[in-house]
């Protein structure tokens, strides 16, 4: 095969992730560009002025890609608009507009959706749904703005408080749709900068990572959430995870068929969903038309083959390998930890590049995402409402007691520093 040039989009914090993941191949020539980057710009002249050049030279990348909710946005518009291949811009909107996903799903597989309601309608007959309630953004970012409620009245103070921010954080998603007229859709317009109100979801919550090509749906594996002790933060994500046969079977049946009505084709999805394992049943939490980057290489370090290089293998209309790559040594276990900080605070220091250095030189398996920089306040960044995170580590092993054992060692090596913040 000859070189591919691929136009990755992605966050800043993902580039070494990315360089590291295809240093060792030659298939494919990457060309960065950052989600700042395009927000800095300004996203419609950004996005038109790359359609542009695009269209002006074919040649240019024969493949685009994203891998997050903000990159996969900018990656489908502009494939939309110059016919390359990606995730369609309607299964983008189905997807991160989440009253417009459990819409899709209450009338395809009502038995794995939860009760819900708009804000609003929820206000107006608070009886439609159990107290407690579980209230997210419409388009959720992160954890931003999730809670669990008691009371209308809790929702009305959350409605007041963090509306503006939802609006804010949404602008570039409205900025961008708005280039593709034709996927108009004013109920995804009404809607994205309200909330969502749910009944609770019981059970353990796991990821499910998968991709559609030329129409097959091929399921990677399952991802455990474990949290932190009384918190809501994840602690970690414990790879692989598996259920019964016979829970494994109607999960992946139930989301198979649900991947064809969300529009989903030629793309990474994952989808989030508790599962009450000793009734067989599940409920979905969220589905998303992307990779989980957060898991790559939690993937890799235990499967032998690199999601990375499907996603640009689907791009470019190759079908991908799944077979383990012989000279990387495999795992029976990869954890995927959030190092979470619960209160603000100034960030000191992060860690410096010879301090990474010693890590790799220890442990060339782990990979380690600093999410942060020196001089500002873990506030700076989007958090859940209980906790502030700022590294991810993946951490693979033969056993959890190794696993562990590896991260108290690294998390020894980094020497992050923070200072309280005096009220």
Do not use: W
């Not at 946005?73 to 995730?87: E, L, R």
């Not at 009245?153 to 708005?178: M, R, V």
């Amino acid at each position: 095969m000859s070189v591919k040039k691929i136009l990755f989009f992605c966050d800043a914090s993902d580039i070494d992730i990315v360089e590291r993941s295809f240093a060792e191949t030659k298939d494919y020539e990457i060309t960065f560009e950052t989600s700042e980057r395009v927000l800095e710009y300004g996203v419609k002249d950004y996005l038109q002025r790359t359609i542009e050049l695009i269209n002006q030279h074919p040649d240019m990348y024969d493949g685009i890609v994203g891998t997050h909710d903000s990159s996969a946005v900018f990656a489908s518009i502009i494939c939309d608009q110059t016919g390359k291949t990606f995730a369609s811009v309607q299964s983008i909107i189905n997807c991160q507009n989440k009253y417009l996903c459990r819409t899709i799903q209450k009338d395809h597989i009502p038995e794995n959706t939860p009760r819900f309601a708009l804000a609003l309608d929820y206000l107006k007959n608070p009886d439609m749904l159990s107290s407690p309630v579980f209230i997210k953004p419409v388009r959720s970012n992160i954890s931003f703005g999730t809670h669990i409620i008691h009371k209308p009245t809790d929702l009305e103070i959350y409605i007041g408080q963090e509306t503006q921010d939802i609006a804010f954080f949404n602008q570039y998603f409205i900025d961008a749709i708005s280039l593709s007229s034709q996927y108009f859709n004013q109920s995804n317009l009404d809607t994205c900068n309200s909330f969502l109100c749910e009944e609770i979801i019981s059970g353990d919550q796991v990821t499910i990572d998968g991709f559609v090509f030329d129409d097959q749906v091929e399921f990677l594996g399952m991802t455990k959430a474990v949290y932190y002790e009384y918190s809501n933060s994840f602690s970690h994500h414990e790879f692989p995870y598996t259920f019964s046969p016979e829970l494994e079977a109607a999960v992946k049946a139930n989301l198979s068929k649900l991947m064809i009505q969300l529009g989903i084709k030629n793309s990474f999805f994952n989808v989030e969903l508790r599962a009450e394992e000793d009734k067989d049943s599940f409920t979905i939490i969220e589905v998303n038309s992307r990779i989980a980057f957060q898991f790559a290489k939690t993937i890799q370090s235990v499967k032998g083959y690199d999601p990375l290089h499907i996603l640009c293998d689907i791009s470019v209309g190759s079908k991908p390998d799944l077979n383990p790559v012989t000279q990387q040594e495999l795992f029976d276990l990869c954890f995927n930890f959030e190092l979470h900080a619960f209160s603000d605070k100034k960030i000191l220091k992060t860690p410096t590049q010879s301090e990474y250095e010693e890590v790799k030189l220890y442990y060339p398996e782990i990979h380690i995402r600093n999410l942060i920089h020196e001089n500002t306040y873990l506030s700076d960044y989007k958090h859940n409402p209980e906790s502030f995170r700022y590294c991810i580590l993946d951490i693979p092993g033969n056993s959890k007691d190794e696993i562990m054992n590896k991260y108290y060692h690294v998390i020894s090596m980094l020497k992050y520093e923070f200072e309280d913040i005096t009220k």
